[in-house]
């Protein structure tokens, strides 16, 4: 759904440890609300079952029976646009989110993952690589016909599985958390909800991994994974270990350094 890009965002706003839990918490809510509004009206507005099931496009057309071609194409080209900043959001986030890792030195070339230029105030390098990963994805679906179904399983099961590792090290350090000054608590809910995710997401991984359909995606999402440890084995490990990596106080001393500062809050 997207709204952990507000926790991506978050070192460029006010008071972070309590306005992103709660931008989160927010987004959560009202995308599910409209979005179940939304849903209840296109089935109650369904013209002909059978008409629709075998459409390509079927909500279009449904706006189309109801309201007619020039305001489906106009809502039509609401949803492009949507889709457009959406794009533009999630450019921004992961380039964000490459910056912050490279900043503390968690990722192989963090030097130049975290150079900022002087004159934008941009991490370029950063851009630029969120940009060829991309592209990369895209052609790849261009050249296989088959690898936009794969592409589509694994960019569902990946965050999972990232949702998954952040709930469990929530659980993990969840006391030390709660120490920090200004944290945000969820109170007496923090168990039922922190237990109540556990079951969720591990009902959503067996739903997505056991099916046949969703084969090739879990060996990508395998994949993906498996480069991630053999980078922690092979480098960051020893960077962590060494104290050269990680949010510490190298955050610090990186902002400070010559072309390697944060980006302007204004920006």
Known sequence: MGFEAAADMGEETVN??????RAIILSVVISSVLGMLTLIGFTLAIPDLASVQASPVPLA????FWLGETLTKVLLLVVVFSMFALTVVAAAASARLIFAMAR???????????RVNPKTKTPVVALLVSLVICLALMFYGYANGNAFGTLVGAATLLPYLVYLLTVIAYGLRRRQMAA????????????????AALVWLTAVLLALILP???RNATYVALGVLAVAGLWYVVGLHRRLSSGAAGATTLAVSSAAANNTRSPDPGQ
């Open 212 to 214: 046949s359909e969703f």
């Open 61 to 64: 057309d449904i706006i189309f």
């Open 180 to 195: 920090l000054p200004e944290a945000f608590s969820l109170g007496r809910w923090a168990t039922p909800v922190f237990v």
């Open 16 to 21: 972070a440890r309590r306005t992103v839990p």
């Open 104 to 114: 503390d030195n968690l990722l192989p070339g963090s030097t130049a993952l975290r």
